[in-house]
């Protein structure tokens, strides 16, 4: 059946009109509708997140709070003290406080070269230390020969800070014999440039001397030291450490030794000034010489630089009108010349200078020292004495053999008879510990007293333990 031409515009409007409608209503559900829902939820997640910020600041902030609850309870309990009852005769005297803290959380305990108590507001502190020799040895004269075990040094020793940590002290006792006090001083370190020291220790005057004993590369010291040592004395002291390169100490001490007070008024007065000139020294409170790191008194190359360690030094003692009134150890040889010489009185000067290398597993000291006797009596003419020290060691195996040697000579001048006394030392270590608290020295001595006609051979076994 054919359409009529009006029946077939009708038809075609109709179907334009539909795909019309039907275009319109694919854009409009093709247009991704659910854009507000989905910012709706990002909003949400947002709040979310915001309010989990919120509870756990707030919960920080609660935890920082109790925190400081806790800290401002302590620090009342602390400041808290008990009055204990007193009888009323008493009333008048300061009341003793009872502190309410848990003071074992302020304290710290453990060893560190030496078993050590510290608060932590580092205001006080102790470190404690037992350093012993044990010697063997067989020494022949022109006379007889002596075999013999010995304790040779047991030293006590007790070291930090009290008040302030810059109040430093040392106390060390000796206890092979009879226990005696070697020394006892304070420092006064707030400023290490200039370091008062007051109490009873080793003048700054010769390097060995300085020197500790337990560190040295022989088993004890030479014929040198006990000859122009100056030993210890009481007295007050100037020390410290100043810009890079200078060490210096001076000081005003009793001229009687260790532990004695003066019966006249001779007073000794000794200054001593060291030069680094390749490395940078530190001060420390346990030397009788206020220097420490690389500079420190002690003998052999432990150095883990290329940079050679050179120190020079040279000090200046005088001692006025000096009388021979005691027989303390620290002035036997100054007493014994001056008898010699017939002297009651006289006035003494003294003067050391030395020098000290270490160069990777290389050392070397020498040392020259001096003494003029002038006595005050008409007729007896002055004695002037001189001594030479040289001494090296090299490092068959690094910090752990070395073989060392020293030779010494004394010139006691033509008031003595142009006498010289002389000696040659080699030595073997065994360091089982790089800081020397555990070795085994062996040395020989062959010493030459022309003073008196002798010889001496002597052979030396001795372990050092210290902890």
């Avoid at 620090?75 to 007193?86: A, D, G, H, L, T």
């Avoid at 006249?264 to 940078?280: A, D, K, W």
């Avoid at 007896?380 to 004495?385: G, K, P, T, V």
Wanted: hydrophobic share 40%.
């Amino acid at each position: 059946m054919l359409l009529t031409s009006k029946e077939v515009r009708f038809t075609f409007i109709t179907l334009v009109l539909l795909f019309f409608l039907f275009s319109l209503s694919s854009k409009t559900y093709g247009q991704n509708p659910p854009e507000p829902d989905e910012r709706s939820k990002e909003i949400e997640r947002l709040k979310s997140e915001i309010q989990k910020v919120k509870e756990e600041q707030q919960k920080q902030i609660e935890e920082l709070q109790k925190r400081i609850e806790q800290l401002e309870t302590e620090s009342k309990r602390e400041k808290e003290y008990v009055e204990p009852s007193k009888p009323p005769e008493e009333a008048e005297e300061a009341p003793a406080k009872t502190y309410v803290i848990e003071w074992w959380k302020n304290i710290e305990v453990g060893y560190s070269n030496g078993f050590f108590i510290r608060t932590q507001d580092d205001l006080f502190s102790l470190k404690f230390n037992i350093r012993s020799q044990f010697l063997f040895f067989v020494e022949d004269d022109a006379d007889d020969t002596a075999t013999s075990f010995d304790i040779r040094r047991l030293w006590i020793s007790f070291r930090g800070n009290a008040f302030r940590s810059w109040l430093k002290y040392l106390l060390i006792l000796e206890a092979s014999g009879d226990v005696e006090l070697l020394d006892y001083f304070l420092d006064f370190a707030k400023k290490t440039e200039v370091v008062p020291r007051i109490g009873q220790y080793r003048v700054p005057f010769n390097r060995e001397e300085l020197t500790d004993p337990f560190n040295l590369q022989l088993v004890d010291n030479s014929i040198v030291n006990r000859e122009f040592s100056l030993g210890r004395h009481i007295g007050v002291g100037l020390g410290g450490v100043v810009n890079r390169f200078v060490t210096y100490g001076v000081g005003v001490f009793n001229s009687a030794g260790r532990n004695s007070i003066n019966e006249n008024s001779n007073l000794l007065y000794v200054g001593r000034v060291m030069f680094t000139p390749t490395g940078e020294p530190r001060y420390s409170s346990i030397n009788p010489f206020p220097v420490s790191g690389e500079y420190a008194y002690s003998q052999g190359s432990f150095a883990d630089t290329e940079t050679p360690l050179i120190a020079i030094s040279a000090a200046v003692a005088f001692l006025p009108g000096y009388k021979p009134v005691n027989d303390s150890p620290d002035n036997v040889v100054i007493n014994n010349r001056m008898f010699a010489l017939g002297s009651d009185k006289s006035n003494i000067f003294q003067f050391s200078a030395d020098i000290s290398v270490k160069y990777l597993i290389f050392s070397l000291e020498a040392e020259y020292d001096l003494r003029n006797i002038n006595p005050d009596e008409a007729g007896i003419d002055s004695a002037l004495s001189q001594g030479v020290r040289v001494q090296s060691g090299v490092f068959l195996i690094p910090k752990l053999i070395e073989v060392a040697g020293r030779f010494a000579i004394i010139d006691l001048g033509n008031d003595f008879g142009d006498d010289k006394i002389w000696e040659i030392t080699p030595g073997l270590s065994f360091y089982f510990i790089r800081d020397r608290n555990l070795k085994l020295q062996f040395d020989y001595s062959f010493i030459r007293d022309e003073f008196i006609d002798d010889d001496i051979n002597r052979v030396r076994a001795q372990l050092t333990v210290s902890f």
